[in-house]
């Protein structure tokens, strides 16, 4: 088995909606995301699926966050909506490009100690 694993990060706002806490105020983070890519063969060229591929459907994704507010992308913005937003996202995209390639989980950061990850079994 293989794990190919690549990070981004982004900049945005959000603000939580009545959860007792001073995160309902709208306030900002440099979010972390880590997505991870499974798979039992290797392609001809003796990669899971080429790195820059990887990145490049992540940073296309992440663009619809990155300095902008989360809550016009995610109805809950929380790290864990996040993350499976993101999980949901990058599993469309990676079929496109190889069909023994899963999604294995993604993980969101909004603080370098705080962390969610997603994943289905």
């Known amino acids: 088995m293989y794990e190919l694993r690549v ?7 959000h603000h939580l909606v009545d959860s007792g806490t001073k995160c ?9 995301v880590m997505v991870c890519l499974r798979s039992t063969k ?6 899971v699926v080429n790195f820059s591929t990887v990145k490049q459907q992540l940073n296309g994704i992440l663009d619809d966050f990155d300095h902008h507010v ?4 995610v109805h809950i913005p929380t790290a864990e909506n996040i993350a499976r937003h993101l999980y949901n996202r990058m599993t469309q995209g990676i079929g496109q490009h190889c069909r023994d390639v899963c999604v294995a989980w993604v993980e969101v950061y909004e603080t370098p100690g705080c962390g969610v990850r997603y994943y289905e079994q």
């Open 42 to 47: 290797l392609q001809r060229e003796g990669w």
């Open 24 to 32: 309902d105020n709208l306030h900002g983070h440099t979010w972390k």
């Open 7 to 13: 990070t981004a990060t982004f900049d945005s706002a």
């Open 70 to 73: 989360v809550n016009d992308v």
